[in-house]
């Protein structure tokens, strides 16, 4: 019996096994009862077997359009008379090389653009592909006075409903960039180690100043402690993660900042040469 289609009386507020089956019964004896059809098990794995394939098709085609979409923003296009999608059509796209697109894209930014992600990799957490989202996202990080305005660009700041002296503060905003929030909650995980200089991350701090290396640091040290003082009080682990991403934004910000200084006091010196 489908039960969904049981008939139930608007004002009827008991339920009890007694008065369900009473109803039950009646209702079948005058024939108010739908009944509905219950697959076996062989038609159970067929029914599991065939949905699975259908999501699978749908993923397939997205793939497709994200693949096309792609090929077709570069400028990549097969040539004439060759179908989609054919054994020969993925045969030519196997010949494209664009297994590293997104490096060859970062080496023919600006100066100033290249400078500013390779000083954010000096963040633990963070590398070539989350840099260069952060700059392509926040764009220029001195556009922001504060950090703390940047955080509420993020929305990942607390909500507020206060009125005279009542304050009242609730979960995050999320009325902000979606991806720059993707990008530092998934950066924040790594401060739950303690503070340590990996040789990947010595390599990545190579050429940049020590002003940047020390606030890179000082991030390790103070987020990691953090992280660990609000686990301990029995915070869930996703909100401890969530508020060392608000403030990892800080370090973000006090970075960027730091190395457009350092773009500008070096053109000024190159004019005055």
């Known amino acids: 019996v489908a039960p969904t289609l049981v008939p139930v009386k608007p004002g009827d507020r008991v339920k009890t096994n007694r008065r369900d089956a009473r109803k039950l019964a009646r209702s079948y004896r005058s024939g108010d009862l739908t009944p509905v059809w219950v697959p076996d098990a062989e038609h159970e794995a067929l029914r599991d077997l065939v949905r699975a394939r259908e999501v699978a098709k749908k993923d397939q085609l997205r793939a497709r359009h994200r693949l096309g979409k792609f090929l077709l923003r570069r400028g990549l296009r097969a040539a004439a008379g060759m179908k989609s999608w054919t054994s020969k059509h993925l045969l030519w796209v196997k010949t494209l090389r664009c297994e590293h697109a997104a490096h060859q894209a970062i080496e023919t930014l600006p100066a100033d653009m290249k400078a500013v ?16 989202t952060l700059v392509a996202e926040v764009g220029p990080l001195s ?14 700041v607390s909500s507020e409903d206060s009125t005279g002296s009542s304050v009242r503060r609730g979960a995050i905003t999320k009325t902000g960039n979606a991806h720059l929030r993707r990008i530092v909650g998934e950066a924040a995980w790594a401060y739950q180690y303690r503070p340590a200089m990996s040789p990947e ?7 940049l100043s020590e002003e940047v290396k020390e606030i890179a640091w000082k991030a390790q040290h103070r987020l990691c ?41 070096a053109k000024l010196a190159r004019r005055a040469a």
């Open 117 to 132: 992600i390779a000083g954010l990799q000096a963040l633990r957490g963070i590398k070539q592909v989350s840099a260069a």
């Open 143 to 156: 556009r922001f006075p504060r950090p703390k305005q940047l955080m509420g660009y993020s929305g990942m």
């Open 201 to 207: 991350m010595k390599k990545r701090q190579e050429g």
């Open 225 to 265: 402690t953090r992280y660990r003082r609000l686990a301990a009080k029995g915070k869930l682990r996703q909100k401890v993660t969530v508020a060392i991403g608000r403030e990892l934004l800080g370090f973000i910000w006090a970075i960027g900042t730091q190395i457009e200084k350092e773009q500008r006091n």
